[in-house]
């Protein structure tokens, strides 16, 4: 099939192949959603300046691609895509039959300067391959924002009549969304049926142009030549050259900051530039995905892995011991003091008191194991209210209630609760948050024990019947972790099972 256009018409050797206008098309349609991916990412880090621009991204690429195209029109003959791919754009010539070869073999310069695109010719094809796109975008995106209302409503939405003395904000958004349920689907069929007529008249060599909108303009894709290739290469050097100011003082127009020097050297070389950035971003993106499919990315960590000796582990909340271990194979001593509510698992020998003490009186108080710490809130330094973690056994409880999870629905920190459990938490009206401001405990049934608000302070609060102002309920925040939980109550999602 790719060779079929060459078979119907042999002689004519720039004549692009419909295949090659196609992928040029994919090429093009894959940088807008590239680039706001890219923007999206880095609204992560950046919220406050990026998000304006992330939301008013269609209008942004609209203004960017308006520059590059016209830049690329009128220095290389062709889009930016299809500089890639080695096509241009010229003008149609009014003859019978549309051809010249004779004046092509013999004068190539002669009638590359008479196929040029005009200014006028310029902005038209601006118009088709930034214009159009953009409108069709934002066409479909609201098309795709009134269909579901249409489906749920049902006949009730084409029903929906004007206000008595509408204003004219209403009667456009009434005329638009009655364009949109009534008239907009068969346009846009009309569009892929009249796109696929051409594609295939021009794969069977029965028109010059691929597209119906290059026929409206009478524009045609054709490939690039030596006279192409020598007149860019002319265009290119003298417009890289700053031009003379009369009465300038030297190197008053050698500088970057200068309008002029500005405007007619760096500007085109910015944009010149994008021809070396789109190949080498292509071949970047196919490294990564061949990096993270093959394994030898795994291979290579885990080779570089092998020899770090890595420490040994921290547990906090532990007993206190003292060991006096000595590394076989560094010398290395450990510090005699070792860090207090730590202790070393490394050691696999049992633990050698320094001093001797004498047994425990059995009146006397056992030693009591730290719990591990409560979160502490970095604005008010107060500690948060959290429940424990589920554990594999109780996977299927909420955390909250420690009843069966009923409606899945998972915070921003991976833990699943009931959706009316972790709502009422975040929203900070759950029962177990009152009830524990009031100074309740275990006896409310929430699997709590004394043992964790043992200290004297809490106790005393638990007699005068209230923690209010030494304790956070956890509102905004996760049940477990006591993170906060961004957006509140819609940044819980449904978990489905």
């Known amino acids: 099939m790719e060779f079929m256009s060459s078979l119907q018409n042999g002689l004519d050797e720039q004549r692009p192949s419909l295949f090659e206008l196609l992928s040029e098309q994919q090429l093009a349609a894959l940088i807008p959603p590239s680039l706001r991916y890219l923007l999206a990412v880095a609204t992560h880090r950046r919220p406050r ?16 691609m308006l520059a590059v195209e016209r830049h690329y029109l009128r220095t290389y003959g062709g889009g930016f895509t299809e500089n890639f791919y080695g096509l241009k754009r010229e003008r149609t ?3 019978k039959g549309g051809e010249a070869p004779r004046a092509s073999r013999g004068a190539p310069d002669l009638m590359r300067k008479t196929l040029q695109l005009k200014e006028r010719d310029v902005w038209n094809n601006v118009a088709i391959m930034v214009g159009l796109p953009y409108l069709k975008r934002k066409l479909d995106e609201s098309y795709e924002t009134h269909a579901p209302q249409a489906a749920i409503v049902g006949p009730q939405y084409g029903r929906v009549t004007l206000p008595p003395n509408p204003s004219v904000r209403q009667r456009v958004e009434y005329y638009y969304k009655w364009f949109l349920r009534n008239v907009y689907p068969s346009i846009n069929a009309a569009y892929y049926f009249s796109l696929l ?20 303009i009478g524009t045609r894709i054709r490939r690039m030549g030596q006279a192409d290739y020598r007149a860019i290469a002319l265009a290119e050097q003298a417009a890289f050259i700053p031009p003379s100011q009369p009465g300038a003082r030297p190197g008053q127009t050698n500088s970057i900051w200068n309008p002029r020097t500005f405007a007619s050297a760096i500007y085109p070389r910015l944009l010149s530039s994008l021809r070396l950035l789109l190949p080498t971003s292509i071949f970047a993106l196919k490294f990564l995905e061949w990096w993270h499919a093959s394994d030898f990315a795994r291979q290579l960590s885990r080779k570089s892995a092998e020899g770090l000796d890595l420490p040994p582990p921290i547990v906090s909340g532990m007993p206190v011991t003292k060991q006096a271990t000595q590394s076989s194979s560094t010398g290395e001593k450990r510090s005699p003091n070792p860090p207090t509510n730590t202790v070393s698992l490394a050691s696999t020998s049992a633990p050698k008191p320094a001093i001797s003490s004498p047994p425990p009186s059995p009146t006397a108080p056992l030693p009591q194991i730290a719990k591990p710490s409560t979160p502490i809130s970095a604005l008010s330094g107060l500690p948060i209210l959290t429940v424990p973690a589920p554990t594999p056994q109780t996977t299927s409880l909420c955390p909250i209630c420690l009843n069966a999870i009923q409606t899945p629905t998972s915070a921003q920190t991976g833990y699943v609760f009931c959706y009316t459990c972790i709502f009422k ?39 005068k019947g209230g923690r209010e102002g030494k304790w956070e309920t956890g509102k905004g925040r996760c049940a477990v972790t006591g993170r906060r939980v961004l957006a509140g109550t819609q940044g819980l999602r449904r978990v489905m099972i």
Do not use: C
């Not at 300046?49 to 960017?64: G, I, K, R, T, V």
């Open 49 to 64: 300046y990026l998000l304006p621009m992330l939301n008013s991204f269609d209008e942004l690429y609209a203004l960017l």
């Open 93 to 95: 010539i009014r003859i």
């Open 197 to 216: 007529a051409f594609n295939l008249a021009y794969l069977f060599d029965n028109t010059k142009y691929s597209s119906p909108f290059l026929w409206l």
């Open 425 to 463: 938490w975040v929203d900070g009206s759950h029962e177990r948050q009152e009830a524990f401001l009031e100074g309740g405990g275990g006896v409310e049934g929430w699997g709590e024990d004394d043992e964790d608000f043992d200290s004297d302070d809490e106790q005393g609060d638990r007699g």
